[in-house]
């Protein structure tokens, strides 16, 4: 999902329109790379950058010829800000818990981190389930194992260079290191990070900043701000920890992959599927059973907070009953604790 961008004030319409002409001829050019296409990207592409150019020094004339003695340097430095795509942190000015109004920040911190962690709460479970769940977590699932098996091999420096290769720069976690730092590493200094990885992996002793998610709160559109259930949290964990991640989730996607432990029909979390397979499928039957004469019925549903609600026993069940033992099933147990950050505010861990 993406979220509205606040745009440069002299961002206009032509801008807008130039910009998806550039976006379309490149789609073009992607798919078809022939030499026509390329052309028409190159002049798209100018199109649009010199549209920018010039809204953007029609802008930066106006704002000099309009700056006298009335305009105060608040205001000067605001509109430079803007014109640099520097806007304001919006900030959350009350929540509502329990009828009550709640104003001081790090007590509205502790409200979100609070509304975030009863979502994922097991009193949301149906009380036959929770009887279920009560008496399959009893039997303790071991893991450990003397065989040999490949997907317990040790890490090696391919599959970091490959993880590191695929990467999109993305915010940092708690321990503030980005994918950028992680890129720029000499070899020397990445076979060191390497050496770290296959110490976890055999040791299962996770560090503890691995262990926390720190969760913004953004105001989904359209609710009400003040309650701390319209808000959906974005999950920043460390870098260096979704490094490690991306390395064992191409392990576990080769062996779920090559057993054809997942379904056919499965499109989501697949390389080369999408949701264009299954409408593509659902097409099919539908117009088979408009030749055949015959009725087709379909079923859609949506499992209302299925990711939040996941049960964990449960997914480490399905890994047990396919037969994953040793260090990837155990290395997968590790995760995770959060807090809510809301500027430089941080909650209580939850």
């Not at 720069?169 to 000499?186: A, C, F, K, R, W």
């Amino acid at each position: 999902m993406s979220f509205p961008k606040n745009r440069k004030p002299w961002w206009n319409k032509y801008c807008t329109d130039t910009n998806r002409d550039q976006r379309r001829a490149w789609n073009v050019f992607r798919r078809h790379p022939t030499s026509a296409n390329q052309i028409a990207f190159q002049r798209a592409k100018s199109v649009a950058r010199w549209a920018r150019q010039k809204s953007e020094r029609g802008y930066w004339i106006k704002f000099v010829s309009g700056i006298n003695s009335s305009v105060t340097a608040k205001d000067m430095w605001d509109n430079v800000r803007r014109a640099c795509g520097i806007y304001p942190e919006k900030r959350i000015s009350c929540l509502r818990k329990n009828g009550q109004e709640v104003r001081n920040i790090s007590d509205m911190v502790d409200v979100l981190a609070g509304a975030f962690a009863s979502i994922c709460s097991a009193s949301n479970y149906t009380e036959p389930f929770l009887t279920h769940k009560n008496r399959t977590e009893r039997i303790k699932l071991r893991f450990q194992t003397t065989k040999r098996i490949s997907y317990n091999a040790d890490l090696t420096i391919f599959e970091l260079h490959t993880a590191l290769s695929v990467l999109k720069h993305i915010s940092p976690g708690p321990d503030e290191v980005t994918y950028s730092m992680l890129q720029h590493l000499s070899e020397h200094s990445l076979q060191n990070i390497l050496y770290m990885f296959n110490r976890i992996w055999k040791e299962h002793v996770f560090p503890d900043c691995w262990k926390h998610a720190f969760i913004i709160p953004i105001p989904k559109p359209g609710k009400d701000p003040q309650d701390p259930l319209n808000y959906r949290p974005i999950a920043l964990t460390s870098c260096t920890c979704k490094l490690f991640e991306r390395i064992v989730n191409v392990r576990l996607v080769h062996i779920l992959e090559k057993n054809e432990y997942i379904s056919p029909f499965q499109s989501g979390f697949r390389k080369s599927r999408s949701t264009i397979d299954n409408l593509m499928s659902l097409e099919t039957d539908i117009r088979v059973a408009f030749l055949k004469r015959n009725r087709l019925v379909s079923i859609f549903f949506d499992i209302y907070k299925a990711y939040d609600r996941t049960w964990r026993y449960g997914i480490m069940k399905n890994l047990y009953d396919l037969g994953f033992r040793g260090k990837f099933p155990i290395s997968v147990e590790n995760f995770l604790k959060q807090r809510v950050r809301m500027g430089n505010t941080y909650s209580n861990i939850f």
